[in-house]
């Protein structure tokens, strides 16, 4: 099955973002429909984090979850699955590893999650980068909004600098200084070179659950911790003239994170035990709680 662009099933799939504008201008103007939104920063309470390498997917129902979001995407693409029968949505943070797995996975869970809905097809958004990938699922995925390359660009110093940082599902541009539960243990996986793709969250449980994981210790960890910001910044990036002010600070207490904890199967995930958080319903903060 092919991706439906405009309405219109393709044979084959746009290779890069100015190919899809130019052949469907409507895309640039949804695209700058979200520019135009204010950006807004949220709070912890109702939401519902995914980092990097990781989704999650949830139904409108669901009494834990009234947001789902990601940031700090520099050269990182964010991706909105949604059934418009249902409202089952599923948000993904990508990076190039385990794309092709975590992508196959989105479009289960939602599918699962729209069982029962015989009327409705399955929306695509996507934030940062084009992916042909979508172009090979059994499914028919129709593309509502493309935010991607130049559009989502601005020139400072001669350098493109992104404009959207990071998105929710109801779309409006969203960040967040709260990266839920264990966030230095989420972002470990990242630096340690974990390539998988996790899947965080169960709504009908309305669990979230990390791990469990192992990663490899990091060598020189000790000298990284030594270094000067500019050096982590330079060398941790992807994109280190765009990142924002606090990527320096969220490396260190990573790798700080790493020292303290290099094998995590060991002193985290102890019994091979996954972590589970389950929202309170007085504070709206992710909790955790034991089985």
Known sequence: MVLVLNG????????????LYNAHPVYRETAGQLLAIPNKVIGPVGLLYVQQREFAATVPHDKNVSIIGSDDATTCIIVVLRHSGSGAIALGHFDGSGTDEAVCAMVQRVQELALGYPEGRIELQLIG???????????????????LGQLNSTIRGGIPWPIIYGIGVKFSRQRSPKKGPEEFLRRARQIT???????IYDCNLGLLRIGPF??????????????????ILQHLSTSPDVELPHFVMQMRT???????NPFPAVTVFRDNRSHYFRRDEHSGIWMPVGF
Not at 193 to 199: K, M, R
Request: glycine content about 6%; aromatic content about 8%.
């Open 129 to 147: 980068g084009i992916m042909t990938v979508f172009h090979k699922q059994p499914v028919e995925i129709d593309l509502t909004l493309a935010c």
């Open 8 to 19: 219109v099933l393709q044979t084959k799939c746009p290779q890069d973002t100015q190919s």
């Open 254 to 260: 990573t790798l700080k994170y790493i020292q303290d």
């Open 214 to 231: 192992n990663y490899k210790p990091l060598r020189g960890v000790d000298l990284w911790l030594e270094q000067g910001d500019d050096f």
């Open 193 to 199: 070179g974990l390539p998988q793709v996790l899947d």
